[in-house]
């Protein structure tokens, strides 16, 4: 069923973007589908706004079981969490589910030093922005601290050599991996190990979350994760995990588990299945252009749960181990491996269905400068235009891109350019996605078919390339 | 060649001495003089990571009066040089190693045999590192390793040594965790 326009959930103020006059869904012709109409079988969830006070009781349930009698009054616990789980649907659940995880440890083990460590990637604003929007001090006083990947590090050994985790997630006598199940950036991971991934990353000093993009393969890099996480130093601090579960429709609870390697294959069955869907389905769009408007980096914000930076990839099976890239970058190096370099002066960075992008507002710091370089690349508004001109990790964009006064001018351009009138936008949706009518009958005219070969062929292929057997694990 | 159009500019009045802009510094062009930070701006590649840490909201990032290129030319360096180096690194040349600058690993290996000793010099040099730096560094430590040079990591951690990669991986844990495609991806990123 096609709808009108749904509210996108609200943005965080920050200093890294200006507000934009006009979100994308107030746009003439903006429709939405919702994503159970699309796949039925995707588990509803709680949008903004809904559910506060039942993740409380999910993470008090999640927790129940959970032995914490190693934790005693003395001790110091650092509840470790990332910038990303504050943006999913407004960020007022993963901030409940924290509060929590604190009211519940403290309960139960007398301990008060329990602290909260916010990592962001780039620097401390993005962190710092965080801990005053969402009033953390008022629960963890002055023990909440931000993190970012140029902080001081500490050397962990692992099995493969030395690597540097950020020491001020590790100056506690235990930690608590408290996180989300949302698969972002899943073209770099390849949901291999979802629930460890942020030791590699969120956790890690930039050195080492460098050495799991330049100098391991994309899907070996998951290993980096694993041998920082089953490192003796982390899983002598390591307390367990506590993540709220995402589908594409909402947020539908917590769960949190001692043992990560469960808690993460249960996971990733859910994550294949459910994601698997809307990337597929978003495979096959045959053109759009792709209006950015969210508070994020350009790349994270989401449409019906999966962010830019999977459409950007999706003419890869980014699930799909037997391909061994799923990103342009490592694409082009496997070509220059195989002496394919007639194909690689062919090769675009871009999924060719991905005809134009306008950036309404989205936040710089990630390279994405090969997008003006293959497609029509719009930047609505002046300081807008500004920011991305002052950005050291796209210093081509402004040079390629065009510019706008007024979204509707920069979405006319677009479609002008492209000559497609197919629209997605990516204004962090779950549980619906904002799109142009035309686009709309698309996906929901494709959808079944999708959801069939993911039921039926991909997903069993999947789940037995991640070592888990399809029969058990989807029948139950 | 990349082309810095900013400048980082320091609010003295502002300025508490804190030094967490000279550490994060990829180029070293911030050092303190009198409890101050000074910008060098022969070195500044306006990578904006003073701007993003200033606790004190100290950092201006102003356009420059002129545009400063940075960036080496592989071929005032003997071609065969480069690529023994880059295939010593298991990099291929034209591999571009930073996703910001879009920087060749040839670039930054015709810097490193040029002499330049340490990551500062190859940001000041290239500019990589300027952007993201999440990319880039590993691949930059790699080529250093493999050109023998013995790097000494600051005294604050502004970087740490590691150049770790796939081909440091012992076998047998290539063999232990065969769902990893660590061999798989080897073979696939240089060959």
Known sequence: MILPAEKPSDIMPSSNCPTADMRAADLIGTVSVKTKDLFPEIKQGYLQGEGISEIREATEKALADIQMDSINQNHTVNILCSEHGFYLLGGEHYCEMLKTIKDVVQQRTGCKKIRLRVAAGMGSRESNEVIRHFRLTETFGKRVRSMNAFDKGIPIETEIGTLYGLAGAYDADWIIHAFHDEPRDLYFYRMIDRAIKAFAMSYARFETRSVYHGNFGNRSGAFIQRAIFDSPFVQKKFAFGCFLRMTPSGITGVDADSDLYRLGKDMTVDLLRDYGKILQLFSKIEECTAVLDGGRYAYYLHAGGIVFGALENAEYDAFDLSQPAALAYYDLIGKLSRGETEAMDNIMFVNPALKAVVINQAWPGIPMSDLPMFIPTIVVGEKQADMWQMDAANPSMMDLAQKAETLEEAVTLAKQLSGTDKVLIFDGSFGYINLSTSLAEELLQKAPAINQKVNEELLPLWLRQRGIDPDIAVMG | ?191
């Open chain 2, 1 to 191: 060649m990349k082309s810095v159009n900013f400048l980082s500019q320091i609010d003295e009045i502002k300025c508490t001495g804190c030094k967490k802009c000279e550490t994060i510094c990829p180029s070293a062009a911030i050092c303190m003089s009198d409890n101050k930070a000074q910008v060098d701006e022969g070195k500044c590649v306006a990578c904006t990571k003073c701007w993003n840490i200033c606790p004190e909201e100290a950092v201006t990032m102003l356009p420059r009066k002129e545009e400063m290129m940075v960036g080496v030319e592989p071929e005032e360096v003997n071609s065969e040089e480069i690529e023994s180096l880059c295939a010593k690194a298991h990099l291929y040349p034209d591999q571009f190693i930073c996703a910001c600058t879009l920087t060749p690993a040839k670039e930054v290996a015709a810097a490193i045999i040029k002499g330049a000793k340490s990551p500062e010099e190859i940001t000041a040099l290239t500019g990589v590192r300027s952007g993201c730096a999440i990319y880039c560094m590993a691949p930059v430590l790699r080529l250093f390793k493999a050109h023998g040079v013995s790097l000494h990591p600051p005294d604050n951690h502004r970087w740490y040594n590691v150049s770790l990669s796939l081909w440091d991986v012992p076998e047998e844990v290539v063999q232990k965790y065969p769902n990893y495609y660590l061999r798989e991806d080897k073979k696939e990123l240089y060959k």
